[in-house]
């Protein structure tokens, strides 16, 4: 059984002759830890795909099912409940907080938690610790470099542990050596179990992963398995 599993999966915008395909008729399916890039040129509807999977907007057609739940069936308060528990998402801007510190960037996914003051301090050291930056807990995100603002976003997304981790070009807005860095951290938090769904633009980022999947015009074009770079 798949983990992440889509099915004839279609998203269609506007109507009448605004109408606009962005993702026709796609079958997909994701195994349990499994490291998934998915590519494509601008607009061809790879960051649709991801935001369908990441149950973060509804198909128009089809369905998406995570561990056997259809995600979409769910009412929108039980998606949000399950996207808070399953899912961790990483951006290309970053989107931390400028006038929190580091640990309380990293801090927010737990505001609505039941973990205590305490708790959700250690969680985010713990996270911070995963990605190297224990020491920078207390920095503000203007006092830290491009690169490490990354990887503050990318412990956000994980500070709940969710199995499931989506990027949408994690690394659109760093330089090679900082992408590098970055994309090696993702490798290290897929080799501890996490299941990591990437889109990016970059071949050299993409073939980090476990299988490479094309999108070209809203549909998939082919899936390849590469030759997986080392950490």
Request: proline fraction near 3%; avoid cysteine; hydrophobic fraction near 40%.
């Amino acid at each position: 059984m798949s983990y992440i599993e889509a099915r004839n999966v279609k998203k269609e915008f506007g109507e009448g002759d605004a109408r606009v395909v962005a993702v026709s008729s796609i079958d997909l399916s994701i195994r349990q830890g499994e490291f998934i890039s998915i590519m494509g040129e601008s607009g061809s509807g790879k960051s649709t795909l991801l935001s369908m999977l990441g149950g973060l907007l509804s198909p128009t057609e089809g369905f998406i099912k995570i561990e056997d739940i259809d995600i979409y069936s769910l009412k929108r308060n039980k998606l949000a409940d399950f996207r808070r528990e399953f899912m961790g998402f990483i951006f290309q801007s970053f989107q931390l907080v400028p006038y929190l510190n580091v640990i309380e960037n990293v801090q927010l996914p737990l505001a609505v938690t039941h973990h205590t003051e305490k708790e959700k301090k250690q969680l985010a050291l713990s996270a911070l610790e995963r990605i190297g930056l224990k020491d920078k807990a207390l920095r503000l995100p203007n006092q830290i470099s491009g690169g490490e603002q990354e990887r503050v976003a990318i412990a956000r997304a994980v500070v709940n542990e969710p199995p499931i981790l989506f990027a949408d070009e994690p690394t659109g807005n760093l330089d090679s050596r900082n992408s590098q860095e970055v994309m090696k951290l993702l490798m290290k938090l897929n080799s501890e179990g996490q299941t990591i769904v990437m889109v990016t633009h970059s071949k050299t980022n993409a073939e980090f992963a476990d299988r490479i999947i094309e999108v070209a015009d809203g549909r998939l074009k082919y899936t390849e398995t590469p030759i997986r770079l080392a950490v």
